[in-house]
């Protein structure tokens, strides 16, 4: 039996793309916050008998400020990867571990989707 071939795809290849869904501000000290509108039909009861806001906030660290800024739809994490560096230097080590875990949390939060850099 013939094995298949994997296709595998270099992390620093891959060109991220923010969801348009979710809007975002820039807020002091250059930090970015995330706005998601809560208004589908579970959340306004959710906000109906427990008074929660209708939009959640969430306010990304300097790291992730500086990624969500960089992610243009355009760079590929290759090229982020080196701005990151070149911005925080050492304090960003072990970098490719760093960004790869934080690029995986904002699109398993679907915040961003992953493309292949064409060639």
Avoid: C
Wanted: no cysteine.
């Amino acid at each position: 039996m013939a094995k298949k071939k994997v296709n595998q795809v270099n992390f620093l290849d891959i060109v991220p793309v923010k969801n348009d869904k979710y809007h975002w501000v820039l807020i002091e000290n250059d930090i970015i916050q995330i706005q998601i509108d809560r208004n589908s039909w579970l959340d306004k009861a959710v906000r109906l008998f427990f008074k929660t806001p209708a939009m959640m906030k969430i306010d990304l660290d300097k790291y992730g400020s500086f990624i969500w800024q960089e992610i243009d739809g355009v760079k590929d994490f290759g090229v982020i990867s080196e701005g990151f560096r070149a911005t925080f230097g050492e304090e960003v080590e072990p970098l490719y571990q760093r960004l790869g875990a934080y690029a995986n949390i904002l699109r398993n939060n679907n915040f961003i989707k992953f493309e292949k850099k064409l060639l």
